[in-house]
Structures are given as C-alpha cells and as structure tokens.
C-alpha cells in the first residue's frame, strides 16, 4: 500500500508539468504508462492523456469500470483528448493499441461537475468512427491523386522523349522502362497503404482498432449511431450494454441488426411505446445474442388485461419470446402494468433469475405467491418490488420468498410499498435471516420513530448489512396526513419546519451503536441512494 501510494504521488508530480513531458516522455517503461495516466485523469491533465494515449504501449486500454467512493470520472476535456489521441495513434508506430474498452465510464445518470455523461459520450465516440473514417478515405483520395500526377508526368515525359532526335531513342527507352516501374511501384504502395489502414493504422494487428462501450441512444443520435456500427474503417465500435430512450421498435431492431451478436451483454429500453405487439417483435431479435443476460423495459406502454381482445395470444408470445433468451439473468420490468401475469412471464424462462426488479408494476397476491414458490426465489441476489402495495394478504407470501432467498439476497428495496409499522414488523424476523443482505430500502413507508428504530435493530443483526435507506417518520410531517399515506403523498406532503430533522437519524445512529455496528450506513435521501455502494 505504501509503494501504490508512493508511486501515486510521483505520477501525480510527473505529469502535473506539461512542459517537461518531452524529456520524460521517450524514457518512460511500459508498466508506468497506467499510473501515470491514472494522474493524468485525476489531475484533469487531457494533454497529458494525450500524449499518453497516443504512444499507448500495451496492447488494451481500459478507462471505465466501477469507481471508487470518492473517485470522479474523467472530466469532459481529457475524454475528449483521449478520444483525438486515439484518432491519432492509428498512425503512429509507437502505438500498440488494439483495444480501446471505455465500458462503464459513464452512466445513464448523466454528467457530474465537468464530466461526460453517457448520452454525450456515445455522441462523441460515434463522431470519432466516422470521422476516422472519413479521414482514411481523405488520405486514399490524396494517395490516387499523387499517382495521377506521376502518372501525367510519365506521360508527358514519354512523349517528349518519342518526338526528340533518334540520338535519344535509347535514353527515352530507359526513361519510358523506368517511368513504368516508377508508375507500378506506386500503385503497389497505394495497395499496401491502403491493406495496412484498414489493419488498425499500419499495426500488425490485422483488424481495425476495436472501441468498446456501452452506447447511449435515442431519438436524436440514433442516426449517428447507425452510421458508425455500420462504416467500415480503421475504428470498430462495439457495444456492452445498448440503453435506448424514445426510439421505436423498427429502429431498435435496427441497431440490433448492427451489432455483434457475442458482445452485447444488456439492453435497456425507456420510455419507447413498444406496446405489447412491439415487444413481441423485439424479443426474438434479442436471441440473436447469446451473451445477452440483461434486460430492462421501463415505462414501454404495456397495459396486460384479461378484458382486452387477444390478451392470452399476447401473453403466449412475450412468454416464448422471453424464453428463447437463454442467458437471461437479470430482468427488470418497470410501470408495465402486469397484474397477475407474473407467472406466464417468469415460468417460460430457461434459468433461474440473479436479479428481479418489477417496481410500479401492480403485483398481486398470486404473483407474489407464484414468486415465492418458483425456482427463481433461491437464486435471486437483487430484488425491487418497490411501489407494489402489500397488505395482510400478500405479506405470508413475501416472508416465504424471504425465507427463500435467505442465503443469496444481497439488495431488498420495499420501497413505497404501504408498509406500517404493524406491516413491517410481521416481515421483520424474515429480514433478520438474511444472512447475505447487503443494503434494505425502505422509503416513502408510512413508519413512526418506533417502527423505524425496530427496522435499524433488526438491520444491525445482519452481520453482512451495509446500508439502509429509511423514510421520514410520520412525526415529521406537518399535521393533515391521513393515517396510512401512500407513497405519492409522503413525496409531496411537506415536513415540518418546527422539528428537528436531524434528530432522527442521530436516534437510529445512536441505536445502532448501542447494538455495536458502527459500519452501516443510514440515510433518507432517496434521490442519492445507491445500492451498488454497498458492494
């Protein structure tokens, strides 16, 4: 640790002066490169990363990746530079650089300070391909143009020489042999110019450069995006993860089209109206993937009624959609409005579900019964029934599912889900038991002081717990609540200024250390939560 932390500093020192960088540049080793590009990010240094990246020795380069607490992501300007010195590496023999994975450099949270954020990077990325590509085809222009001059001068020289005296005759025929093999050697190194830019920028590497992300898309780029999976050239853009926003489903099916079918690991589709017909279409062009373990579908306009015509042939072809995805590991179904349909999804799906998400989805009873007893329930790391209301009826279903998940749950969020103090205390000893839970979530609950200090006990008692997100206790409304509020109202009813909202959570922190766990972290800002924190 001292050595990392030493080696951090001098890094940092070493590229905090640009202009020294010619005289330590040509004599660094390969295995500081990676430090000192680490400084570079950290110090928002882009014309370091520049002339980093561009004499990049190792053959992979990966910026991205889950951050630690704390960290920043790279700030727009040394993206920006990085993504030029890429450009620019391709033609620089001191390059090595075959693989550029700029996975999970930036989320669909957007920008934070001066950083890129995810919509804004795959814009920037698109440009690049194209640009890359534009500028291969720039340079074979100005190529086939030199070599018409030669060519026109040859020429002009043949002619020249075939109207001159016969004492030149010999002289012209030497010229016109050496003007042809002159003519014939160019064409050869247009040839292998040409065969070595489409290599990856006259590397050895016999492929293009391949640029690995996950790609932001919606109405707006998608056309860009289309144009750079599709233009053949030095850069090859290669997608992880595929997150779409307003974007139909022919165009949807369109980028599917385009994509590699072994790299993409997740899509992620929002706010498009897929509809149920849609939906239908999009799942078997998803089998194509058979890496695909991710599939999310929030706000997609999916009403499922027993009363609507054709209902059960709807149902039967998302079910064998659903099961020709073989990978599937994760699925989250967001406001879809699938009451009672839970089982006909979920029981079609070759293996067992990792991670469950369904919030606002207006579970049932029998859904959560059906849930609890499916073979899903052992294996799920991640569960969301947020915003699914649960009563005196669903709640011997979900201590059933608890009792299931026991060893595996990782991440519980009940969220807005109606749950009272009486409600919450029946689940209590189930949330107890489990002994793998790493974060609980329970915002916009219509709990009392009382109620959320018997939630922190039972929290303290899981040894593996690491955060809990609570909501605000009912005494610190502003009178005029009903007496079992709903989630919506406990969003928009105002606090009351007279109280002291700090009190509470030096209540739960000071429970907390009188059970001995100093380790958890409490918090009520659900806009700030994350779970993956906890990790």
């Known amino acids: 640790m001292m050595a990392l932390s030493l080696l951090s500093l001098c890094a940092k020192e070493v590229v905090s002066d640009h202009s020294s960088s010619p005289h330590w540049l040509r004599w660094v080793p390969r295995e500081l490169y990676g430090p000192l590009l680490e400084a570079s990010f950290a110090g928002c240094r882009p014309l370091a990363v520049g002339e980093l990246v561009q004499k990049w020795p190792e053959r992979r380069l990966r910026v991205g990746g889950r951050r630690n607490r704390g960290q920043r992501p790279p700030s727009r300007l040394c993206v920006q530079a990085l993504l030029l010195a890429v450009v620019r590496g391709l033609s620089d023999q001191r390059s090595a650089l075959q693989v550029l994975d700029l996975c999970g450099l930036q989320g669909d949270e957007g920008p934070t300070v001066d950083s890129m954020g995810g919509w804004s990077l795959t814009v920037a990325l698109c440009t690049m391909v194209v640009q890359a590509r534009a500028g291969e085809r720039k340079r074979l222009c100005a190529l086939e143009r030199d070599s018409d001059v030669k060519r026109e001068r040859g020429q002009r020289k043949r002619v020249k020489e075939a109207t001159g005296d016969t004492s030149n005759c010999m002289k012209g025929s030497v010229g016109v042999s050496g003007e042809a093999d002159l003519v014939k050697e160019v064409r050869q190194t247009e040839k292998r110019r ?268 899981v040894a593996s717990m690491r955060q809990l997100l609570y909501p605000n206790p009912l005494e610190d409304y502003q009178p005029g609540l009903p007496e079992l509020p709903s989630s919506a109202q406990l969003l928009d009813w105002p606090l009351d200024e007279s109280t002291d909202t700090d009190a509470t959570g030096n209540l739960l922190k000071k429970v907390l250390k009188d059970c001995g766990r100093s380790d958890i972290v409490l918090t009520c800002d659900l806009l700030n939560y994350d779970k993956d924190s906890a990790e």
Request: one cysteine or more; charged letters at 20%; proline letters at 5%.
């Open 194 to 461: 040409e065969s070595s830019s489409m290599e990856g920028g006259g590397k050895e590497s016999g492929t293009p450069l391949q640029v690995r992300a996950d790609l932001f898309v919606n109405a707006r780029s998608w056309e860009r995006v289309c144009a750079a999976l599709s233009a053949a050239g030095p850069l090859e853009l290669q997608c992880r993860y595929l997150h779409v926003e307003e974007v139909s489903v022919s165009s949807i099916g369109t980028l599917l089209d385009l994509l590699p079918p072994r790299g993409l690991l997740g899509v992620d589709v929002r706010y498009s109206n897929l509809g149920v017909a849609g939906l239908a279409q999009l799942l078997p062009r998803l089998a194509a993937f058979p890496n695909l373990s991710s599939l999310c579908l929030h706000y997609c306009n999916l009403d499922l009624r027993r009363d609507q015509p054709g209902q059960e042939e709807a149902l039967r072809d998302l079910s064998q959609g659903l099961a020709q995805l073989r990978g599937l590991r994760r699925l989250s179904l967001t406001a879809l409005r699938l009451p009672g349909q839970l089982q006909v999804l979920l029981s079609s799906l070759s293996q067992p579900l990792e991670v469950l998400e369904l919030p606002y989805l207006s579970l049932s009873a029998g859904d959560l019964s059906y849930l609890s007893c499916s073979r899903h329930a052992s294996s799920l790391q991640q569960l969301d029934l947020s915003e699914n209301r649960l009563d005196a009826r669903s709640l011997p279903s979900v201590r059933r599912l608890l009792s299931q998940a026991s060893s595996s749950l990782r991440h519980l969020s009940l969220s807005g889900c109606g749950l009272s103090d009486e409600l919450l205390g029946s689940l209590l000893p189930s949330l107890g038991c489990c002994s793998s839970l790493r974060s609980l979530a329970l915002a916009l609950n219509p709990l009392t002081t009382a109620g959320l200090v018997k939630a922190v006990r039972t929290a303290a008692r």
